[in-house]
C-alpha cells in the first residue's frame, strides 16, 4: 500500500439515476455556463443527464466543500478562490462507465466585500525584493532548489515553477541546480519538468497492507505520527514509523545546502518535509502559497501571489515565517491597458465565407 503525501482536497459522491437503455450516456451540464466567474462561497450547479439504471458518479479536485445531491441538482459549499472542476460520469449498477466523463470548471473569484474586507485586515507597506550591492556580489555562485510534487494534473501550481525553473536556469550569474520529489511510484507520463532537465527522483512511501489495517493508517495521520515521533523523541512507536522516517531522509539527502520548496497541501506532510530538510542540512524552507488554510508549520520564508493570500487569517493564524513576500504571478498588465495613442485610420477587416 502506497502513502501519497499528497491528498487532493476533493469529494466523491453518486447519485441513483432513473432506467434507460442509453448505454452512451453523459451528463450534461446546464448551470454554470462556460467562463462562469463566482462571487459567492456557494454555487448551485444544474446538470442533465439521460436516464440510466445505474448512477451518477462525481468527482473534483481542490474543492473543500459538502455536497447536497438532488436529482438534477448539486451545491458546492464553502468554495474558496480559485479555479474548481467537476467531473460527472454515468455508471451502470455494477460502477461501469457508461459514457464519456463530463468536466466543468468553475472560477470563483474573490468578491468585493471579501476583498475590502481583508484589505483592511492587511494594511501592511509593500517590501520590495531588491539586493543591496554587497549583498548581491556576496551571494553564491550556485544554489540547489529541491521541489516536491506529484506528477498529476499540471495545474497553475505547477505551470508557475516550470516557468520559475525556466527563468532561473538563465540566470547571468548564478548556477541553479533542480531536483523534484516525487513520493509517488514511477509514472510513464510525461512530465514536463524532466522534459526541461530537472532531475526527477521517484520515492514511493510505502506500508504494508497488514500494517495499513492494523493501525488504520491514512497518508496524513501517518505523517503526523512521523513528526510526533522525529520531535518527540519516543520508543514505544510501530514498526513503519521509523522505517518512513530514514525513508525520507535518505530520499532528500542531495537537498543538503539546498533550498526546500514547498506548496500548500493542507496536511501534515507539509510539518513532515519541513522537519525532514531540516535534519538533511538545507540551507531553509520556502513555503509557496498555491492555496490558503494551510496546517500550522514554521518555515523561513513564504510567499504568497497576493495580499489577500499572504495576510489571510487562515494563513497568519498558522505560519510563522521569518520572511513574508507578495510575488504575484507573471503577468504581463501592460498587456490590459488601453492604447495610449488613438487610431485615426480605420484596420482592415477581411471576412471569409466558406464551407
Given amino acids: 500500500m502506497m502513502l501519497g503525501w499528497r491528498w487532493l482536497v476533493g469529494f466523491n459522491i453518486a447519485l441513483v439515476v432513473a432506467q434507460s437503455e442509453n448505454a452512451t450516456a453523459a451528463v450534461r451540464f446546464l448551470w454554470p455556463p462556460v467562463g462562469h466567474m463566482e462571487p459567492s462561497s456557494r454555487l448551485l450547479v444544474r446538470f442533465d443527464v439521460p436516464s440510466s439504471d445505474g448512477y451518477i458518479a462525481f468527482s473534483g479536485t481542490k ?37 464519456p466523463p463530463s468536466v466543468l470548471r468553475v472560477e470563483r473569484v474573490v468578491s468585493r466585500a471579501e ?75 510525461f512530465d514536463p519538468f524532466a522534459d526541461i532537465g530537472v532531475q526527477i527522483t521517484y520515492a514511493p512511501m510505502q506500508v ?33 514509523i521509523p522505517r518512513l522516517w530514514a525513508t525520507y531522509l535518505h530520499t532528500f539527502a542531495p537537498c543538503q545546502g539546498g533550498i526546500l520548496v514547498l506548496a500548500n497541501s493542507r496536511d501534515h506532510g507539509d510539518r513532515l518535509l519541513t522537519v525532514v530538510a531540516k535534519h538533511v542540512g538545507a540551507r531553509g524552507v520556502l513555503f509557496d502559497l498555491s492555496s490558503i488554510f494551510p496546517v500550522p508549520n514554521t518555515v523561513d520564508a513564504l510567499i504568497g501571489p497576493s495580499t489577500y493570500t499572504l495576510y489571510h487569517a487562515s494563513v497568519t493564524n498558522a505560519i510563522t515565517a521569518r520572511h513574508r513576500h507578495v510575488i504575484p504571478p507573471g503577468i504581463d498588465a501592460s498587456v490590459f491597458a488601453p492604447s495610449s495613442k488613438r487610431q485615426t485610420t480605420p484596420s482592415d477587416c477581411l471576412v471569409r465565407w466558406g464551407h
Fill in 63 to 99: 474543492i473543500n466543500g459538502v455536497l447536497r445531491a438532488h436529482p438534477d441538482t448539486i451545491a458546492l459549499d464553502n468554495m474558496e478562490p480559485g479555479s474548481h472542476v467537476v467531473v460527472a460520469q454515468v455508471h451502470d449498477e455494477q460502477h461501469a462507465p457508461l459514457g
Fill in 115 to 189: 476583498a475590502d474586507a481583508q484589505r483592511r485586515h492587511s494594511a501592511k507597506p509593500r517590501v520590495w525584493l531588491t539586493a543591496l550591492p554587497s549583498v548581491a556580489a556576496s551571494r553564491p555562485t550556485q544554489r540547489t532548489l529541491c521541489f516536491v510534487g506529484s506528477n498529476g494534473q499540471f495545474d497553475g501550481q505547477r505551470q508557475l515553477w516550470l516557468h520559475v525553473i525556466q527563468g532561473l536556469a538563465r540566470h547571468p550569474s548564478v548556477t541553479y541546480a533542480f531536483h523534484m520529489f516525487r513520493l509517488e511510484d514511477p509514472s510513464t507520463r
Fill in 208 to 240: 504494508s497492507l497488514e500494517e495499513a489495517a492494523a493501525y488504520q493508517l491514512t497518508p496524513n495521520s501517518t505523517m503526523e505520527a512521523i513528526v510526533n515521533y522525529v520531535l518527540g523523541g519516543g520508543s514505544d512507536v510501530p514498526a513503519h
